[in-house]
């Protein structure tokens, strides 16, 4: 089985000061691990994924996420918010023991982010 | 590239009426899903199809909810009847060919739900 629970509902922030964004994670294999962030009225965009590799992974919009094993974390960070980072933001999992064929992605409840001015 | 498309945008609709919820994946992507989004559970796969057959349909919550593709550039979601319990955003997502370096899914605007 594989999860993933994201602990805080809402993150406030201000404008200019570092954001994280946390996301821990359990499957019985590897992970494959994905933000995903949630404009209001639209669809989820893709932000970045772990698959494997250098741990510190960097993708769109200046977002970089670290993952750690040892914690089973994959927290989201940003070295200086902005207030067009203010959106829903969704960690997924995907155990790559889940099978041939399968693509089970699990996402988190999901975590609003608000980036004050 | 439009990306994924969905229609209609919004549907309100009365109990026991049947609903069809339809998604356009992008072009030369063969993986197609549809989630179903709200406030209590958060995003649950109901389906997806890997070059257009469906691979797992356990999300799918009841006999009354259906999906096909009929070919690769076309889905639905159906559901009859519909319930008030089905309110909710459905959202359809499209994947190139599944491999590690390419992994990632691309959504549609989603399709939001009432049922009265």
């Known amino acids: 089985a594989q999860s993933v629970a994201q602990p805080e509902d809402q993150v406030n922030v201000a404008e200019g000061n570092p954001l994280t964004v946390k996301c821990t994670y359990s499957v019985s294999g590897n992970p494959y691990l994905f933000w995903y962030v949630q404009y209001p009225n639209r669809g989820l965009q893709f932000l970045l994924k772990?698959?494997?590799?250098?741990?510190l992974v960097k993708g769109s919009y200046g977002f970089e996420a670290e993952f750690n094993k040892s914690q089973t974390s994959f927290h989201l960070k940003k070295p200086s918010a902005l207030v067009s980072d203010s959106a829903l933001y969704f960690c997924a999992v995907r155990d790559t023991y889940s099978g041939a064929g399968s693509y089970q992605l699990t996402f988190g409840k999901g975590t609003k982010l608000s980036v004050i001015p | 590239d439009a990306g994924v498309i969905q229609s209609p945008r919004h549907e309100v609709t009365e109990m026991g009426q049947e609903v069809t919820l339809r998604c356009k994946p992008i072009s030369g992507h063969n993986s197609l899903f549809w989630y179903r989004q709200t406030m209590m559970r958060g995003l649950e796969l109901l389906i997806y199809f890997n070059n257009n057959v469906p691979i797992d349909d356990s999300g799918m919550p009841e006999d009354r909810f259906s999906a096909k593709m009929p070919n690769a550039s076309f889905s639905t979601l159906k559901i009859q009847p519909s319930e008030p319990r089905d309110s909710a955003v459905y959202f359809c997502?499209?994947?190139?060919?599944?491999?590690?370096?390419?992994?990632?899914?691309?959504f549609g605007s989603g399709t939001q739900l009432s049922v009265l």
């Open positions: 772990y698959i494997t590799g250098d741990n």
């Open positions: 997502a499209s994947s190139p060919r599944v491999q590690r370096k390419n992994e990632k899914l691309f």
